[in-house]
């Protein structure tokens, strides 16, 4: 255990806020899920008791008498607001005096450093890379991202739970987001950040950082696993593999979306072109595990080669 | 339900926050605070060293003041000085009245008169100004003419002024003047003025002059600053401004702020590194090196390196970071900083370490594996000059065959002017041949210049068959440090077999070749002539403390255990006669560096039989495989993978490349590049991930980096050892890391192209041929022989040591200069001794200089005495007989007894001579040297045997000292004068007269 390094790469300025991350995130996803909770309970309490739903409009806390009917803007919620703004501030100020803007060397355009690493909000993405073609995880993969964020408000059928925690209301929602950001996305950073060393080799916690080390690995299409050698043949084996995934993975999905009495009414809220597309974007989201366990686990290069693109 | 009955107060427009809110705010004024303290202090720690500064150098110029008034008042208390000063007064006091009137009157009269005057006429000139410019600007002739009726009107204009009386008196009187009498008053006064000025001046002068002289005196002798001089430093001191003091120079884009801690570094006062405490606050310990490079120029960081913007901390300042590649060099290694702009040299002065570690580089042979620009310069330019002959005669060849083409087709053209064209093209060609004939011809002169001057760093491996003891070779290949302590030849790491291969191939590819059998001598007198020649210039013998001579070249101690007599009687003869090469032309083979001493056949046996005595009594095992050809096969894989051929001339290599990497700019080559394997991480936590730390470790150990690493054996590095000392390692370390590639502009580097140039390129010379080894040639150097007991410790030894060499270039004339290091014998017939010291038992050696570094050393001794380029001979005026007869009665005075040291050329009155022969004066020395040489030998050669004060000062000229002879009591010229044309104008006539009178 070389803890020397551990603390190297813990306390780089540049890695600070990974570390912050590590301990912020599960925090504050787990007050969300426990204030959902408690509006749950709440909203339960209402249906049982139209009397109560008629004369208490707060949606937040599990309600008591006494408790007034709204609470307005001001000054209830600006000042809690303003108080989060001063602590943030604090936080911020203390931040910068005590760490320094991670400046590093002049750059060398004939010496390029290792492990070579981008801003860490990229290292997501930058561990893309090692799972697929820079075509794929550089372009495809980010536009996808940006887009699908831009549609969620166009494909989502669920007319409930807005403006209040509630996990109910919106659980396949929250597990989409579970899913795709904090265990795809940030856990890939992390990985980027704290796991990937020298030659962005797997480099387990409290291991050294050693240039000279040497892995022995090799990486199959999967096709030459398979046995498949010549051209026309690999591209539609390929094809046939991920267009399989792509049905197996659809017809997940689609279980998971009709799996209760509520997710199928929702759904049936839906025109084809919104189910079509939020499938489309929940099995690209489930490529990228597939591909990093196949990578990772069994050492496959690429599922899908053709002339122009591989998988 | 009774609990919900019960009213519960509202926990968000209930509750208060003001709690929160005050110990937030209370916070974020408490990290608004620490930002601000923040970044006034903390960021600012020069702030604190300012403070401190002031005060710990005020109270140390307070305390110094005392001391340097008291010297001051004891060189005031002085007779010289009071005599300067009374004569001071007295000038002084002479033009007191004088100046006083000028004063008053310059003061009080002509300035306020001249002042009211320039007034009034500014106005008027004013007016007449303005109104020409609307004349310039006007388009209406009309109406400039009616304008220019104004001007004339204004300058007829009277004008009623108040003027103070000229002669200083405190009167007034008023005047009614027009604009030209103003300007006539005005300049008359200003007039005034000067003439005033020029005669207070003048009255002064005597004074100033006195006064000049006073303070000459003054600063002459006082040590360190006067009194008044530190007053005004500690009045600087009560007005410093706290702040970033920085250098900031545009070109190179340079920007210092060292000197905001290191306040001391150019204080004019010498500051010790405890005089304030802290040793950050000392003056520059090499003040001279900052009036050749002053820091407003060349900054601070350029030298030194380091982070010369920083200012937060020592370790950034310092740039001893991890993001810094410039960390500041270390005090140990500090010179490598003068390497980036002094490049072309290898000899800088004042860089002793670094000189060191080229001098290593140069003369540990480093440079047969390791390119570096300058080093083995001969061998690359070589292989350039051949190159560029090789093109230029296929370029011949092909205009030749061009030119008979169009010749032909001239001959067989259809019609006139066709044929004239093929005639003219051929023509053409046949001036463009010619041309290239003479550049051909010069290419190989120079190549031929070249070929004499390439040396390997070994000896040559072609000759072992006849040189060595055949058994004694493979011990050597495995260890030759055992055999020989310190050798130059380092110690490589070989499997035994590949020992016994490398012997193989080294044998059997060595030339055959005859030797003559020679008898022994006699030992005794060739330990003598060993010890006394000039041997131990360059080679040692002994071992421990008995260890006397030069480590240029090989110890000999051993030499008689793997050396054959016949060979080693050759060797000392004439190192430069080799066994033939059916294979490589002679003049193509590297030359040896072992130059020759010119001995007689009987010296060089008799100094063979004493080396052939120096051996123990080691046993060598037989080596029958040797001359196995399997062997030898495998042998030249090895000797190619160890880079034999990079020092030694073998057969079969003699195109050989380096094999180690080119270390030109090593300095600046990135940490990542250098490999530090398996110790990476160690070095990291132990704090040597530096170039520094590289270079020290594989200087040390060359195969530290390969320290648990899993290899084959020839994958593993292969730098031999050298066993270098930790002075060597930190002279090689400087070296290096001064080896980078600069960024300056070409200002900056240290590149002359006037004789300074000479003096680089003579250095290099030097020190590949060991001249410092016999003579000295900078002061500080200590010669081979300055450490030879004999020479030391008897006094009669100490005048037999090789000349210095300090002002050579004055001394001699280049011509006969370039002659005598051709042929140091100055005898084509008589070459077996000094031509000018004969009576030396040490002899200068005659190395088979070229050309071209005939003319280089030659230059070199002049440029360095400032001896004009061309050399011009200075007239000198022919001695009339009277004159002769006076200077022979001079020349033989008992008290200036030349001919008792100097040589003469006559074997009788030589035998006891310790000095030159002055016979060959006129065509060696200069003659304003030799007069200079008379006068205060001792000035220009420190411990000369020369007696200094033969002549003395009377009135302008110079009078011998001892007892004048008759004839020369009624001369009225310089003695020293008359006695150096005597010497100039000496013939083998007047030699006989001479020594008629002795």
Known sequence: ?311 | MAEETQVQPDPITTKSYSVHLLVSMLLLLASLVWAIYDEVEIMRPYKDYQARFRAYYSRFLTELQPQQAAKEDAIRQSPEYQQVSGELGTAEEAVRARIAEIDREVGQGVVPRMTSARNAFQILRSEIDAQRYLIEVSHDEGDKESMREDIEEIRARVVEVELPLADGSGGTEELELQYEQLEAEFLGMQERRTKLQAERLEALAEANRLRAERDALMSDRLVGLGATQIDGLIANMRNFDIGIKQIHLLDIDLVDRCESCHLGIREPVEIGPTDLIYPVFQSHPRPELLTIHDPEAFGCSSCHNGNGRATRSVTKGHGRHKFWLWPMYFPENVEAGCHQCHANEIVTPGGETLNMGRELYMNKGCWGCHRFEGYDAEAEELTAVSQELRNLSATHGANAKEMRVNLDLGDTAADGAAAQRYYARAEELRLTNTRLDAEIHNLTMEQANLAQEVKKFGPSLKEIKLKDVKEWIPEWVKNPHEFRPGSKMPVFRLLDEEVQQISAYLWQNALDGELVRQPRGNSERGQELFETRGCLGCHSIGEGDSQMGGDFAANLSRVGEKMNYDYMVRWIHDPSEVTPDPNVPDAMRPRPVMPSLRLTDRESRDIATYLSEQRTDQEYPPAPYMDDPEMAAAGLDAIRHYGCAGCHEISGLEEEGRIGTDLTLEGSKPLERLDFALKTHEAELEGWYSHKGFFERKLENPAVFDEGKEREHLERLRMPNFNLNAEEINALTTFLLGAVETTFPEQYRFEPEDERADVQEGWWIITRHNCTGCHQIRPGNVSSFMTIPRYTDDPDWAEQLPPQLYTEGARVQPDWLAGFLANPALSERDVNRNGVREYLHARMPTFYFSDRQLAKLTKFFMARDSQPVPHMPEAMEALTNAERAIGRQLFVSDAAPCLNCHMTGIPSQDVDATAPNFLIASERLKPNWTYRWMLEPASIAPGTAMPSELFERDGDRWVFAGQIPAQARNYDGDHADLLTRYMFQMDAAELRRLQALQ
């Open chain 1, 1 to 311: 255990m070389d803890w020397h390094q551990l603390w190297t790469i813990v306390s780089l300025p540049d890695n600070i806020p990974i570390v912050g991350m590590l301990f912020i995130i599960p925090f504050f996803t787990w007050y969300a899920l426990r204030q959902a909770r408690a509006n749950d309970r709440l909203v339960e309490r209402l249906e049982n008791d139209p009397d109560m739903a008629k004369t208490h409009h707060r949606k937040v806390q599990p309600f008591k008498k006494g408790w007034v009917r709204e609470v307005a803007v001001w000054p209830y919620l600006l000042r809690m607001e303003f108080l989060a703004a001063i602590i943030v501030t604090i936080i911020l100020m203390v931040w910068s005096i005590t760490l320094d803007a991670p400046l590093e060397e002049p750059a060398n355009p004939s010496l390029t450093m290792n492990p070579s690493k981008a801003p860490w909000y990229f290292l997501g993405l930058q561990e893309m890379l090692v799972y697929f073609d820079p075509w794929i995880a550089g372009v495809v993969m980010p536009t996808l991202i940006i887009i699908g964020l831009i549609v969620i408000p166009y494909i989502d059928a669920n007319p409930l739970g807005n403006g209040y925690y509630t996990y109910k209301q919106r659980r396949f929602a929250i597990w989409a987001f579970i899913f795709g950001f904090i265990i795809l996305w940030c856990s890939m950073i992390v990985i980027g950040t704290l796991i990937r060393g020298p030659g962005w080799m797997w480099f387990w916690p409290g291991m050294t950082w050693d240039h000279n080390r040497l892995i022995f690995e090799i990486n199959r299409d999967l096709h030459e696993i398979v046995g498949i050698t010549s051209q026309p043949w690999i591209g539609i084996f390929g094809g046939l593999v991920v267009g399989g995934f792509m049905v197996v993975a659809g017809y997940a999905c689609h279980r998971i979306i009709t799996a209760t009495e509520f997710s199928r009414k929702i759904l049936g809220r839906m025109s084809l072109l919104q189910y079509a597309i939020m499938q489309g974007l929940l099995i690209i989201m489930l490529a990228l595990p597939v591909k990093m366990a196949a990578r990772l686990l069994f050492r496959i290069k690429y599922v899908w080669v053709t002339p122009w693109f591989n998988v």
